[in-house]
Structures are given as C-alpha cells and as structure tokens.
T-cell receptor, first 113, second 109 residues
Framework: ETGVTQTPRHLVMGMTNKKSLKCEQHLGHNAMYWYKQSAKKPLELMFVYNFKEQTENNSVPSRFSPECPNSSHLFLHLHTLQPEDSALYLC????????????FGEGSRLTVL | GQNIDQPTEMTATEGAIVQINCTYQTSGFNGLFWYQQHAGEAPTFLSYNVLDGLEEKGRFSSFLSRSKGYSYLLLKELQMKDSASYLCAVRDQNYQLIWGAGTKLIIKP
C-alpha cells in the first residue's frame, strides 16, 4: 500500500469510447503526476500538477485530458484513443514538484482495440 | 539529448550478489534515484545519491560517480523476492526526472 490508489486497474476500450482514469493520494502531497509505461521503454512523463495547477504537459496529444480538482485527486480523461496508446498508466505523488521521491499507484492497464 | 542506459535483463542466483549499472548523460545533475518495481505493482523508491560514494541500506547499496556519469545498485544475499525491475532515474538541471528503461532482474534458486 503506497498511499496512492488508482482505478480502474484494467480498462479495455474502443477507439471511439470516452473513459476516465482516477487517482487519489492519501499522503498530503502537493504534486501529482501521470506517467505512461510501455514495455521496455522508460517512463514517459505526461502531466504534472503542483498545488492543483498544471505545470507540465510533455507534448501529450489532446486525446488525453487531465483534471485536478484538488491536491488529492487526479483524473485522466480519454477520448478517441489509438491502439498505440495501450500501456500502463501510472499516477504518482510527491511532497513537491521538484522532489525525486515519488509515490506511485499500481497503475491502470489500458488496452485500446 | 538526455539519456539513461541500464542493462535490459540480468540473471542471478539466490544468495549471491548482483550489481546493476546505470550510466547517464543529462543536462545538469540534481541527484540519482533507484526504484524497484515488481511485476504488476507500483514502482517503489529504493535509494537516492547526490554526492559521490556509496549509500548503504540493509542488503541494498547504491554508488555514484558524478565525474563518470555512473551509478550502480548492489544487491547482496539475493532472495527470490528481489526478482523485479530496477529503474534508474536522474534529476536534471530543471529538477525533471529522466528515467532509464529499467533492468529486469531474474533470481534463480
């Protein structure tokens, strides 16, 4: 138990569907992150929120839309995805946005058909 | 560009010692991190080095040489539960984490 909870753990969707991934942290941290993890590739940072403000968007396609309503919750809204978007999506939190010690959730395994 | 290199896969025997290397080329340096990730689980923080030398934490140690752009994670008295992927990450001049692709460690009885 890392203090970061992600739902759903597994998601299968068609290219025309709209779905959302949810992340919640119980650690009192100020920064939250979305990462994409593909097999045998480095973690890809997608978005960073610090004190609910988005501070990083690493050229992520607009079919991925993040939302951070408060410092404990983070969403990733998915729309019109492509099969190459199939991956493990990891949420993480940290005390501050420049802290290297991240606390990760177990991830949401996404399959796009 | 920024780059972190680590072996894709390593195999070791239970009870033995294994060293996982990580070399990096980044824009600036503000610390190096090692994470452990068991299959199907969240990555978890193992160690942090910002100065040259060895940091020991139980059976795990991490070494850093900033002049060589090199680190290693040393695992002693290997146990079956150490089978996992080990991720090396460097914090660059902008305090962004740059990640390696991870080393899958297989422990055999």
């Amino acid at each position: 138990e890392t203090g970061v909870t992600q739902t759903p753990r597994h998601l299968v969707m068609g290219m025309t569907n709209k779905k959302s991934l949810k992340c919640e942290q119980h650690l009192g941290h100020n920064a939250m992150y979305w990462y994409k993890q593909s097999a045998k590739k480095p973690l890809e940072l997608m978005f960073v929120y610090n004190f609910k403000e988005q501070t990083e968007n690493n050229s992520v396609p607009s079919r991925f839309s993040p939302e951070c309503p408060n410092s404990s919750h983070l969403f990733l809204h998915l729309h019109t995805l492509q099969p190459e978007d199939s991956a493990l999506y990891l949420c993480a939190s940290s005390q501050g946005a420049d802290t290297g010690e991240l606390f990760f959730g177990e991830g949401s395994r996404l399959t796009v058909l | 560009g920024q780059n972190i290199d680590q072996p894709t896969e390593m195999t070791a025997t239970e009870g033995a010692i294994v060293q996982i290397n990580c070399t990096y080329q980044t824009s600036g340096f503000n610390g190096l991190f090692w994470y452990q990730q068991h299959a199907g689980e969240a990555p978890t923080f193992l160690s942090y080095n910002v100065l040259d030398g060895l940091e020991e934490k139980g059976r795990f140690s991490s070494f850093l040489s900033r002049s060589k752009g090199y680190s290693y994670l040393l695992l002693k008295e290997l146990q079956m539960k150490d089978s996992a992927s080990y991720l090396c990450a460097v914090r660059d001049q902008n305090y962004q984490l740059i990640w390696g692709a991870g080393t899958k460690l297989i422990i055999k009885p």
